[in-house]
């Protein structure tokens, strides 16, 4: 009862910005037995069955590795056994810029985004970018796009 109270209320407070990914708020992370060496961004994503959800960030310069999930709406990570569900340090394909693009959605766009990630069904659920011993914490921004406008290239990859 405890956690799956302290999930849906933590929901609650990630509805406020769905499908953006902002930094959480890092002493209520350490609160509920996080890393002081983790800065988590979570936030809750919603998206219907034409739409995309597209994140763009540029990993901290100093940071020993990072790594991006999608959950339900209980926190639970969507099924990784079977489907890709998330992308780290290691597996991401980065732009030559250093930015990497994560596409969320229920079907796959397309070879031109490598990192695309399935909903595995789901509509919504809850989503955790962290870093590990990071030395800053640069802005993620998200766009939400049909599948039509990934096709186009709409997305600024």
Not at 93 to 108: F, L, P, Q
Not at 122 to 138: I, K, N, Q, W
Not at 144 to 155: E, H, K, M
Request: a negative charge; glycine letters at 8%; proline letters at 5%.
């Amino acid at each position: 009862t405890g956690t799956a109270g302290l999930f849906r209320q933590w929901m609650g407070v990630f509805s406020e910005h769905i499908n953006q990914l902002p930094a959480n708020d890092q002493s209520m992370c350490l609160r509920a037995g996080g890393d002081p060496d983790i800065h988590y961004h979570n936030s809750y994503w919603q998206l219907g069955a034409n739409e995309a959800l597209v994140i763009t960030f540029r990993p901290p310069e100093k940071c020993r590795t990072w790594n991006f999930q999608l959950s339900n709406f209980w926190m639970e990570s969507l099924d990784y056994r079977y489907h890709r569900i998330s992308v780290n340090r290691h597996t991401a394909v980065v732009n030559e810029d250093g930015r990497i693009v994560i596409v969320v959605s229920a079907r796959d766009p397309g070879g031109r985004y490598p990192n695309w990630l399935t909903t595995t069904g789901h509509t919504c659920g809850a989503m955790l970018l962290r870093y590990v011993e990071a030395s800053d914490f640069p802005p993620v921004t998200t766009q939400v796009l049909t599948q039509d406008d990934l096709a186009r290239g709409t997305a600024d990859v």
